[in-house]
């Protein structure tokens, strides 16, 4: 492993663009070279080698010492979740990659190659059309990242973690891992070892942000892990969406992604968190995210996930406060090869506190969803409110789909309902939608938008238009 | 003008023969009904014509305008014109009648080509006028929690949309009381003319009252038995399956 120090600064690397790619599947990936490389495997020296090329402050390269020791000493969760973790080689990963230098302001001055891939995943024009900042991740670090001024004259701060922690230390320190700390599981003990990248968003008290904020992860490299953290401190009464979208190229070696993703919304204030998520199917996708809901706040998570190998994630929200609320609205389609464990977690710790889950799966072929729901409602408070809806569509015999619900609900003082059904595609609808003249892809790509529909039409246009674009991409795929 | 042509058709389900010999032709501006009693094979034949996967065809073969369309999937039948209203339509949910229409005739048109959307629910209005038909139920999700009538409405909505060289009607008139049949009835009618041939499946003679085929057929256990023009189906309502049985028998 090269010393930060003395790395060599490589020439911008020849333009090679992989050929014969299909653009609207992100599934392309260019030559890079990288002037820090982590190498491959995880040891104390990994930690110590990005901890020293982010010139980290002692206690950070501490944090990140305990959380690898954590990560060594937690067995995989195979016990509850599925044996395929086991197919993770972490001695194969590569930690930490990246170009060097500041994310720039404007793309004219980000390096061609990178420009490249996002201007084929749209990127730039999706900024001019309707967002308020931009952060474009490239494998380990960000590429670009930008906030319209009139959003960054309010005081909004949009940033990556390792700027956040040079130039917001105050803020960033004061709740990073406090709402998933290092030990929730093994994942999140991984993400805090070796975390790079990931937004950091605080809005001042009283303002609310007009356009949403977006992210975007790129995975570009091969055997590749990426561990962005996001940390979004919300004060009080103010109001912000912020939207990520992740894609990697198809490689036969398997990547993986575990970001941690901690929300903060102080009293009044509102967090949408929206995620379109459309990972190869190479892709170990394991999420830990939670937001924190004090009084009378509310966060709603949106949650798209479409590709990878196996994604295993629960976006939660403790309701710390009275009158908080807490929503989580899912969509997973799982396709032949692929197995979507997703679920959300509704932690009542206030009275009065609300919750509503909306769960939707389609399993493909041999493809299996899981749904996984916690929600935890004490005794010793009065008032709260659970709705729970699980909807699981199959398409052919094949697919599996389960359903964990835990609801643990003491007392008598609350009102909890959980609703769950599955149904099936049947050969009859596709021989119908056929006579219709729509092709057998066709036909099964609108039995699945019309399943996702009434939940689709709660998310913002653009999204709901990317959401379809991508199922039906899918679906097109999925038929011989 | 186009011809859809059966000729000498076998049909079954797995070993089981259904349909044991047809031959019909069929142009376009001609309305041809099928009478029969239940089993006769009348509703496998419109089936069959559609490419109906539970269904093999053991003999004979079907042709639109002189080409075979056996080895045609469903879609590709339906996009070179063959249209079948279903007896029992399926549910779609969550997609709306004027979506699931849009895609259809957008699988219609060349790649890279898009439908118009103004010009596509101008068009979709002036239909549904033509049909009598309120504009809000267009909105709602395919036959999902549609009465018998509210669903074969639907079928015609979608024929009239689609404009089919060939409309398969199978059983339209069941279940229906008779103020829907008779909106039914009016609908066909109104899409009745040169540029589309029908075929009527049904098992009552009452539909014809509304409907008045060019053409009436009637089936027996997989075969046609009789054919002659609209004055056969009130013979049969009169006389009943049993005289065409009992013919037969004599014959």
């Known amino acids: 492993m090269p010393d930060a120090q003395t790395i060599a600064i490589d020439p911008p690397a020849a333009e090679n663009p992989a050929v014969g790619i299909d653009q609207s599947s992100g599934n392309f990936s260019y030559e890079m070279k990288y002037e820090f490389d982590a190498g491959s495997g995880l040891s104390e020296r990994t930690v110590d080698y990005i901890s020293s090329v982010k010139k980290e402050a002692p206690w950070l390269r501490e944090f990140r010492m305990n959380a690898l020791k954590t990560f060594d000493s937690k067995p995989l969760p195979t016990h509850w979740a599925t044996r395929d973790l086991e197919n993770i080689d972490f001695n194969k990963i590569r930690y930490y990659l990246a170009s060097g230098g500041k994310p720039k302001r404007t793309w004219d001055e980000v390096p061609d190659d990178i420009k490249r891939t996002f201007e084929r995943l749209g990127i730039p024009e999706q900024e001019r059309k309707f967002l308020a900042g931009v952060e474009a991740q490239f494998d380990s670090e960000a590429a670009y990242s930008n906030i319209k001024d009139t959003v960054a004259k309010q005081g909004v701060i ?323 | 003008m186009s011809i859809l042509e059966i000729k000498d058709l076998h049909v079954a389900i797995g070993d089981k023969p259904i349909v044991r010999g047809v031959s019909l032709t069929i142009r376009t501006g001609e309305v041809h009904a099928v009478m029969g009693p239940n089993g006769a094979g009348k509703s496998t034949l419109a089936k069959v014509i559609a490419g109906h996967p539970d269904y093999t065809v053991t003999g004979g073969d079907i042709h639109l305008d002189g080409h075979s369309i056996l080895e045609m999937e469903p879609d590709e039948r339906a996009r070179a014109g063959l249209f079948l209203a279903f007896q029992y339509p399926s549910e779609i949910p969550g997609v709306s009648i004027a979506n699931f229409l849009r895609a259809a005739l957008q699988a219609r048109m060349a790649e890279g080509e898009e439908l118009d959307a103004s010009a596509y629910y101008k068009r979709l209005y002036e239909k549904m006028d033509f049909l009598k038909i309120d504009r809000k139920f267009t909105a709602r999700s395919v036959n999902e929690g549609f009465s018998g009538g509210e669903k074969k409405r639907c079928e015609i909505l979608q024929m009239a949309m689609i404009e089919p060289k060939f409309g398969l009607m199978d059983e339209t008139d069941s279940g229906l009381d008779i103020d829907a049949l008779k909106i039914v009835a009016e609908g066909v009618n109104r899409l009745r003319g040169p540029g589309l041939g029908m075929l009527l499946i049904t098992h009552y003679q009452r539909l014809l009252n509304y409907i008045v085929p060019d053409f009436v057929h009637v089936m027996h256990e997989g075969r046609i038995v009789k054919s002659g023009d609209k004055t056969l189906a009130l013979e049969l309502d009169a006389k009943g399956y049993d005289w065409v049985k009992n013919e037969l028998v004599v014959a």
């Open chain 1, 158 to 480: 949009f940033v990556n973690s390792t700027e956040a922690l040079r130039e917001h230390p105050e803020i960033f320190r004061k709740w990073f891992g406090k709402v998933i700390p290092t030990g929730d599981n093994k994942f999140s003990a991984l993400n805090s070892a070796v975390f790079s990248g990931g937004s950091f968003i605080y809005v001042p008290p009283g303002i609310k942000v007009s356009h949403p904020l977006q992210a975007y992860f790129r995975i570009n490299a091969e055997n590749f892990g990426q561990f962005e953290r996001t940390l979004i401190i919300v004060d009080e009464g103010s109001e912000v969406t912020y939207m990520e979208g992740c894609t990697a190229p198809k490689f036969s070696t398997s990547t993986l992604h575990s970001a941690v993703v901690e929300l903060v919304a102080l009293k009044g204030a509102k967090i949408q968190y929206i995620t379109v998520q459309n990972w190869a199917n190479n892709v170990f996708n394991l999420v830990t995210k939670r937001g924190l809901a004090h009084e009378e706040a509310e966060i709603k998570w949106i949650d798209c996930n479409i590709g990878s190998r196996l994604t295993m994630k629960y976006p939660g929200v403790v309701l710390k406060g009275r009158k908080a609320r807490g929503e989580v609205l899912s969509i997973a389609l799982a396709n032949d090869g692929q197995h979507q464990d997703t679920g959300a977690k509704m932690i009542h710790a206030a009275d009065e506190t609300t919750s509503n889950i909306i769960a939707k799966s389609i399993s493909v072929g041999q493809g299996r969803s899981t749904y996984r729901g916690v929600v935890h409602i004490p005794r010793h408070l009065k008032g709260c409110k659970n709705n729970t809806e699980c909807d699981a569509l199959l398409i052919n015999s094949n697919s599996r789909t389960d359903t964990y619900p835990a609801i643990t609900v003491r007392g008598d003082r609350h009102a909890v309902q959980h609703e769950a059904s599955v149904s099936k595609v049947s050969e009859e609808q596709i021989f119908y939608m056929k006579q219709r003249g729509l092709t057998e892809g066709q036909a099964m790509s609108l039995s699945v938008n019309g399943f996702v529909n009434e939940l689709a039409r709660q998310f913002p246009m653009e999204y709901s238009v990317e959401l379809k674009r991508l199922i039906d991409l899918e679906m097109e795929g999925s038929v011989g």
